[in-house]
């Protein structure tokens, strides 16, 4: 609770009116700041702000160590100069930038205290905990006026089921009882969550762990998200992950309901995934699940596909409601073997029009004689779900998008959907973590009612932001779901 500081209390204040004959004021008590509007405004100004992690960046010194910076938004969009990093050797966080740490390797986010502001949550995988190599770890970092400063461990409560804690991670209110919940995947075949009514002082109210479907010794949980499939209150949680049928293993898309008992296993989506991404697609209220297959061959495509699930009153059913790749008519480009469309997804409605829009990555997309050169495209949500009318791509070719198409650039490494200049529209981010010989980079091009457009578009380099350029940064690696 915040409040302005008085040298009366309420009773002094009150006597010293009436002895001077004036009307003594309603005297109330300060009211308790209100949850976060946006998931990802960490200094509390109405604008939501863009994170962008160099997972291999050097710190001190120390390669592969890892940064995470933060851009914050504002009405005229993000700027380098409105600016906050953060390693394991900024001030207040927990630990010390180390090599092989891969600090940023996963984030998320939300108001996990409940004070205004929303946190940042961080893990850095390869964290060694003791003798523990690789044992993992995940840093809650805390929101304020100023934006990002100070933060706590959440510590692994099964240290010994698993390594890599935090190669993963998810914040939803998966109970419905409105604190946000942190969920955190592992190598390990469960997933282990910190329930809300976090503090700065002790961290979670409680902790649990969760048994999933993911096949034992196949890398645990390749992917978390979170959102309410079904439209009862508490938000669902999807795990990607090897799953098991009794025949054959392939990637999938795990649902696990949640409810005021906690999460509970529900079905397991048919089709061969490896990402996930949570939106309302045919505006309808219900959040939708979009699955990305980026190998490829097993879903009968050669460079991947993505797939919709609608949500409804029951949840989403396992067959998936359409499958789009780049042969779908009105998609820009090609089916090619080892494009690796779907690789990174994400959800905003760019064109304001109520329906969530899809950005979808082909990070090894070939462009004329550039290899791995990587592609984005932009396809449409509508009442029906998604669809291919009106599809945009974008490359470093592009005319208006800053820089050209080289080989292993990776252009689509991360992508991001956010309204991060508050008109209404979701602009897109894109990092490709293989510019300039894994320097890496991040794109930023703003939404309209026509869609995406060039307009404006800026792109950031690890010196323009505060990263160390030795070694191999990687920015753009990651950046926020």
Same mark, same amino acid.
């Given at each position: 609770?915040?409040?302005?500081?008085?040298?009366?209390?309420?009773?002094?204040?009150?006597?010293?009116?009436?002895?001077?004959?004036?009307?003594?004021?309603?005297?109330?008590?300060?009211?308790?700041?209100?949850?976060?509007?946006?998931?990802?405004?960490?200094?509390?100004?109405?604008? /939501?702000?863009?994170?962008?992690?160099?997972?291999?960046?050097?710190?001190?010194?120390?390669?592969?160590?890892?940064?995470?910076?933060?851009?914050?938004?504002?009405?005229?969009?993000?700027?380098?100069?409105?600016?906050?990093?953060?390693?394991?050797?900024?001030?207040?966080?927990?630990?010390?930038?180390?090599?092989?740490?891969?600090?940023?390797?996963?984030?998320?986010?939300?108001?996990?205290?409940?004070?205004?502001?929303?946190?940042?949550?961080?893990?850095?995988?390869?964290?060694?905990?003791?003798?523990?190599?690789?044992?993992?770890?995940?840093?809650?970092?805390?929101?304020?006026?100023? *934006?990002?400063? *100070?933060?706590?461990?959440?510590?692994?409560?099964?240290?010994?089921?698993?390594?890599?804690?935090?190669?993963?991670?998810?914040?939803?209110?998966?109970?419905?009882?409105?604190?946000?919940?942190?969920?955190?995947?592992?190598?390990?075949?469960?997933?282990?969550?910190?329930?809300?009514?976090?503090? =700065?002082?002790?961290?979670?109210?409680? =902790?649990?762990?969760?048994?999933?479907?993911? /096949?034992?010794?196949?890398?645990?949980?390749?992917?978390?998200?979170?959102?309410?499939?079904?439209?009862?209150?508490?938000?669902?949680?999807?795990?990607?992950?090897?799953?098991?049928?009794?025949?054959?293993?392939?990637?999938?898309?795990?649902?696990?309901?949640?409810?005021?008992?906690?999460?509970?296993?529900?079905?397991?989506?048919?089709?061969?995934?490896?990402?996930?991404?949570?939106?309302?697609?045919?505006?309808?209220?219900?959040?939708?699940?979009?699955?990305?297959?980026?190998?490829?061959?097993?879903?009968?495509?050669?460079? *991947?596909?993505?797939?919709?699930?609608?949500?409804?009153?029951?949840?989403?059913?396992?067959?998936?409601? /359409?499958?789009?790749?780049?042969?779908?008519?009105?998609?820009?480009?090609?089916?090619?073997?080892?494009?690796?469309?779907?690789?990174?997804?994400?959800?905003?409605?760019?064109?304001?029009?109520?329906?969530?829009?899809?950005?979808?990555?082909?990070?090894?997309?070939?462009?004329?004689?550039?290899?791995?050169?990587?592609?984005?495209?932009?396809?449409?949500?509508?009442?029906?779900?998604?669809?291919?009318?009106?599809?945009?791509?974008?490359?470093?070719?592009?005319?208006?998008?800053?820089?050209?198409?080289?080989?292993?650039?990776?252009?689509?490494?991360?992508?991001?959907?956010?309204?991060?200049?508050?008109?209404?529209?979701?602009?897109?981010?894109?990092?490709?973590?293989?510019?300039?010989?894994?320097?890496?980079?991040?794109?930023?091009?703003?939404?309209?009612?026509?869609?995406?457009?060039?307009?404006?578009?800026?792109?950031?380099?690890?010196?323009?932001?505060?990263?160390?350029?030795?070694?191999?940064?990687?920015?753009?690696?990651?950046?926020?779901?």
């Amino acid at each position: 609770m915040r409040s302005t500081p008085t040298s009366l209390s309420a009773s002094t204040a009150l006597a010293a009116l009436l002895v001077a004959g004036l009307t003594p004021l309603t005297l109330t008590a300060p009211a308790s700041a209100a949850t976060a509007k946006y998931h990802d405004d960490f200094n509390g100004d109405g604008y /939501r702000d863009l994170v962008t992690a160099a997972p291999s960046a050097t710190v001190g010194g120390q390669t592969d160590a890892g940064a995470v910076v933060v851009t914050y938004g504002s009405k005229s969009g993000i700027s380098a100069a409105r600016r906050t990093v953060v390693t394991q050797n900024t001030s207040g966080v927990p630990g010390t930038a180390e090599h092989g740490d891969s600090f940023g390797s996963a984030l998320a986010s939300g108001d996990l205290n409940n004070d205004g502001y929303a946190d940042l949550v961080v893990s850095a995988p390869g964290e060694d905990l003791g003798t523990d190599a690789d044992g993992g770890t995940v840093i809650i970092v805390w929101g304020g006026a100023s *934006g990002l400063s *100070g933060g706590r461990t959440s510590a692994d409560p099964a240290p010994t089921a698993h390594d890599r804690f935090g190669q993963t991670l998810t914040v939803g209110d998966f109970s419905g009882d409105g604190k946000p919940d942190l969920a955190v995947g592992s190598t390990g075949t469960d997933v282990q969550v910190s329930k809300g009514g976090f503090t =700065k002082a002790s961290g979670a109210a409680s =902790k649990y762990g969760i048994t999933t479907p993911i /096949r034992t010794g196949t890398g645990g949980a390749a992917s978390l998200t979170s959102g309410d499939l079904n439209g009862d209150g508490p938000d669902d949680l999807v795990v990607s992950g090897t799953y098991h049928d009794g025949h054959t293993a392939y990637g999938a898309a795990m649902v696990f309901q949640g409810s005021a008992a906690g999460l509970a296993y529900q079905t397991v989506m048919a089709e061969d995934s490896e990402t996930a991404a949570v939106g309302d697609i045919n505006g309808d209220g219900y959040d939708d699940l979009l699955t990305g297959e980026y190998w490829g061959a097993s879903e009968g495509n050669l460079g *991947g596909s993505v797939s919709t699930h609608l949500g409804g009153a029951t949840g989403v059913a396992p067959e998936p409601g /359409r499958t789009i790749d780049q042969d779908t008519p009105g998609v820009p480009g090609a089916d090619e073997t080892n494009d690796y469309f779907g690789r990174s997804l994400s959800l905003g409605d760019v064109n304001g029009d109520g329906y969530a829009d899809a950005a979808v990555s082909a990070f090894y997309e070939k462009i004329g004689s550039a290899d791995l050169t990587g592609m984005v495209t932009l396809l449409r949500g509508s009442s029906s779900g998604l669809t291919a009318s009106g599809a945009q791509s974008f490359s470093q070719d592009t005319d208006g998008v800053p820089g050209a198409n080289e080989s292993n650039d990776h252009f689509g490494s991360a992508v991001h959907l956010a309204d991060l200049n508050g008109d209404g529209h979701a602009d897109l981010s894109v990092g490709a973590h293989g510019e300039n010989g894994a320097d890496g980079a991040v794109w930023h091009l703003r939404g309209a009612t026509t869609g995406l457009t060039t307009k404006n578009a800026i792109t950031y380099g690890p010196s323009s932001l505060g990263v160390s350029t030795s070694g191999y940064p990687n920015l753009g690696d990651v950046l926020l779901p």
